[in-house]
Antibody
Framework: EVQLVESGGGLVQPGGSLRLSCAAS????????MNWVRQAPGKGLEWISY????????YYADSVEGRFTISRDNDKNSLYLQMSSLRHEDTAVYYC??????WGQGTLVTVSS | EIVLTQSPATLSLSPGERATLSCRAS??????LAWYQQKFGQAPRLLIY???SRATGIPARFSGSGSGTDFTLTISSLETEDFAVYYC?????????FGGGTKVEIK
């Protein structure tokens, strides 16, 4: 069974940084591209980043380009999202998802002073 | 960026009724469209991919249709567990985008 468990969320001040992790199990992680998607409180879904199997290709939404960095470690079956220069509008539940759109349960990031 | 517009925003129906949800794209996405169900406090669940293919374990009462710019998700006979928010997503172009969602609520 595919399992994705996000961690690393929490309260951070505007301008701060945070690193999210997504631990994968139940499937061959290195065979799948991965995505991060977020959902602000009471709002819809927003795709924010993609990384290919070998990490060669990455894509970002304009809203996070230059501030967020996606990465992965296939040996550790893990996906990461390094977030910097955080803004109030980055407050959201952050989900990792496989390229076949299995989703984790999400981790909440709150940007507030 | 491809904009997806879902309608209606809210659909009020009774169990056993048929639900028809619409998703319109600002430009053609071919059949690279997916539908998700999200219940309160839960992660989204993939229902339909490639416009009309049901994901693993999804009941036959869920069906998707359409191509190009106009897509439909149909729930043939609503069960109580189907009352939720539904999102469409295009996978044709980067950035991937989602529609704003349709809430299916109990009438």
């Amino acid at each position: 069974e595919v399992q994705l468990v996000e961690s690393g969320g929490g309260l951070v001040q505007p301008g701060g940084s945070l690193r999210l992790s997504c631990a994968a199990s139940g499937f061959t992680f290195s065979d799948y591209a991965m995505n991060w998607v977020r959902q602000a409180p009471g709002k819809g879904l927003e795709w924010i980043s993609y990384i290919s199997i070998s990490s060669i290709t990455t894509y970002y939404a304009d809203s996070v380009e230059g501030r967020f960095t996606i990465s992965r470690d296939n040996d550790k079956n893990s996906l990461y999202l390094q977030m910097s220069s955080l803004r109030h509008e980055d407050t959201a539940v952050y989900y990792c998802a496989t390229s076949t759109w299995n989703w984790g349960q999400g981790t909440l990031v709150t940007v507030s002073s | 960026e491809i904009v997806l517009t879902q309608s209606p925003a809210t659909l009020s129906l009774s169990p056993g009724e048929r639900a028809t949800l619409s998703c319109r794209a600002s430009q053609s996405v071919g059949t690279s469209l997916a539908w998700y169900q999200q219940k309160f406090g839960q992660a989204p669940r993939l229902l339909i991919y490639d416009a009309s293919s049901r994901a693993t374990g999804i009941p036959a009462r869920f069906s998707g249709s359409g191509s190009g710019t106009d897509f439909t998700l149909t729930i043939s006979s609503l069960e109580t567990e189907d009352f939720a928010v539904y999102y469409c997503q295009q996978r044709s172009n980067w950035p991937l985008t989602f529609g704003g969602g349709t809430k299916v609520e109990i009438k």
